[in-house]
């Protein structure tokens, strides 16, 4: 069965400091991952997409990529109240000649000023 | 920027009536899809749509379900005869291609309340 799963938290974490996220996947042959971030009542927004093995940076988020474990994981620098969210780990698998989305449950964070 | 479009945000109907759930998306994007969040749960995939068919469907999307592209820009949920169990939230999203790399672009959503 292709699963997604994470921590669904909540994870409480001081302003200013890291947050991380993790996310565990069932399905060896996935091959590109997505963390989506999401505000009670609004739709997922794309924060980061990952593909390769090892680190991905954009400004403030950290996407890593370990495929032999099956995980990945996004690390949020300098935590903000505005980053308090669900962030959803969504993995893209191949099935038949499409490809769909398989999403985990989310984890809510909670930036405490 | 472009963004994918959602028409109505809230739709409240009585059980058994037929709803609608308008989307445009992205202008030159051409795969479609369909999402379902049920309050408090995980974002479930109901239907992807391309070259004016149904590429892929879950389980939930069964007969009383259907899509429609009735013209170049808007695409259509249709719920032929809803249920208390169909509230939730439904996003329309869209890419460019269904590559791997591909990322889908989701609407704001359209919060569908069941009497």
């Known amino acids: 069965q292709k699963e997604v799963e994470q921590n669904s938290g909540p994870l409480s974490v001081p302003e200013g400091a890291i947050a991380s996220l993790n996310c565990t996947y069932s399905d060896r042959g996935s091959q590109s991952f997505f963390w989506y971030r999401q505000y009670s009542g609004k739709s997922p927004e794309l924060i980061m997409s990952i593909y390769s093995n090892g680190d991905k940076e954009d400004g403030r988020f950290t996407a890593q990529l370990n495929k032999a474990s099956q995980y990945v994981s996004l690390l949020i620098r300098d935590s903000q109240p505005s980053d308090s969210a669900t962030y959803l780990c969504a993995v893209k698998v191949a099935r038949d000649s499409n490809y769909q989305l398989i999403w985990g449950a989310g984890t809510k964070l909670i930036i405490k000023p | 920027e472009p963004e994918v479009t959602q028409t109505p945000s809230h739709q409240v109907t009585q059980m058994g009536q037929e709803v609608i759930l308008r989307c445009v998306p992205i202008s030159n994007h051409l795969y479609f899809y369909w999402y379902r969040q049920i309050l408090g749960q995980k974002v479930e995939f109901l239907v992807s749509?391309?070259?004016?068919?149904?590429?892929?469907k879950s389980e939930i999307f069964d007969d009383q379900f259907s899509v429609e592209r009735p013209d170049g820009s808007n695409f259509t949920l249709k719920i032929r005869s809803t249920k208390l169990e169909d509230s939730a939230m439904y996003f329309c999203?869209?890419?460019?291609?269904?590559?791997?790399?591909?990322?889908?672009?989701f609407g704001p959503g359209t919060r569908l309340t069941v009497l």
């Open positions: 749509f391309y070259n004016n068919e149904i590429s892929e």
């Open positions: 999203a869209s890419s460019l291609a269904v590559l791997m790399g591909d990322t889908q672009y």
